[in-house]
């Protein structure tokens, strides 16, 4: 279906360049400067102002601009019960996974779905956080796995499950036999961590305590962090969903404060219209049920 002047109006005010909004909205840039025209010629008045450095809704423009986000809002709706109309379980459901969730639930829990919704595809961005969180704010995934709190812009969110977080020590580790790791101890070994951008679970769990630690290496490879612990280099804190069949040649152990992440879910407000995303985040709610019992699974 052709893309609608007010879905390009609204691309180019969010980019601030015809450039970036064609490419964004795989058009050509005199494409989307012939539809802005139109759209103008249409209403009487020009809607934006062009400058070498920036493209930016006139005073005009900023008055009609959100009824114009409205119009694309019910065309985008109309244009979705179509499609579900035509095929009733024919859609695109976009998700973002942080990596233990991509690795040990995301290929169960798309399995399982699909013998419902055969036709459904999906787009996967897997990363870290960050990635996850990029992934939102740019508008390419439709829901995704967060940890809550979280400050996302223009989404609901939904807690899945608590998952603990762990102590990783070397096998060897002379505190190796202890039943849980006292935290006093982080701050007399070297530690490896994550990137700033994607350390919130080590991180809430030293504050927490209230102890710095001595971090040596830092990485942006999860399964890196479990190397590097696996030769002695340092210890570090850990999801125990991502330790999951990475314990062989490291010691993990609970954390003596008991600290844990909440895995939630994310569904951005946009895809409100897509009733396929909302089927799979239900979906994902029943799929850890099934694998953790209902009293593990947050309401």
Avoid at 35 to 45: D, H, Q
Avoid at 138 to 165: A, M, W, Y
Avoid at 201 to 207: G, I, N, P, S, V
Wanted: hydrophobic share 40%.
């Amino acid at each position: 279906m052709r893309v609608s002047k007010y879905a390009l109006l609204i691309k180019v005010v969010e980019y601030g360049s015809l450039t970036r909004a064609a490419q964004a909205m795989g058009c050509t840039q005199s494409g989307v400067s012939h539809a802005i025209s139109a759209l103008e010629e249409e209403l009487g008045f020009v809607l934006l102002e062009r400058s070498r450095k920036r493209v930016a809704l006139t005073p005009e423009g900023k008055q009609v601009y959100p009824a114009i986000c409205r119009i694309q809002e019910g065309l985008d709706e109309l244009n979705q019960q179509a499609e579900t109309i035509r095929n009733p379980k024919r859609g695109l459901v976009r998700v973002g996974a942080f990596t233990s969730v991509a690795v040990h639930w995301l290929p169960g829990m798309i399995k399982e779905f699909e013998k419902e919704y055969p036709n459904v595809q999906f787009g996967l961005i897997n990363g870290d956080y960050h990635d996850v969180t990029e992934a939102f704010l740019q508008e390419r995934i439709d829901l995704g796995f967060v940890t809550l709190p979280s400050d996302l812009p223009n989404c609901r969110f939904q807690p899945l499950v608590k998952d603990r977080l762990l102590a990783v020590l070397p096998s060897n580790h002379p505190l190796s036999q202890l039943s849980c790791f006292p935290m006093r101890e982080i701050a007399k070994e070297p530690f490896i961590s994550l990137l700033e951008a994607s350390d919130h679970d080590a991180r809430y769990a030293l504050e927490l305590a209230g102890v710095q630690a001595n971090i040596k290496f830092t990485t942006k490879d999860d399964y890196a962090i479990i190397a590097m612990v696996e030769q002695g280099l340092g210890i570090s804190i850990m999801p125990e969903l991502l330790l999951q069949g990475h314990t062989e040649k490291v010691c993990v152990m609970p954390l003596e404060n008991g600290a844990a992440r909440t895995i939630g879910l994310a569904i951005s407000n946009a895809s409100r219209h897509n009733p396929f995303v909302e089927c799979f985040a239900q979906h994902i709610q029943g799929w850890l049920v099934a694998r953790y019992g209902a009293e593990a699974v947050l309401e």
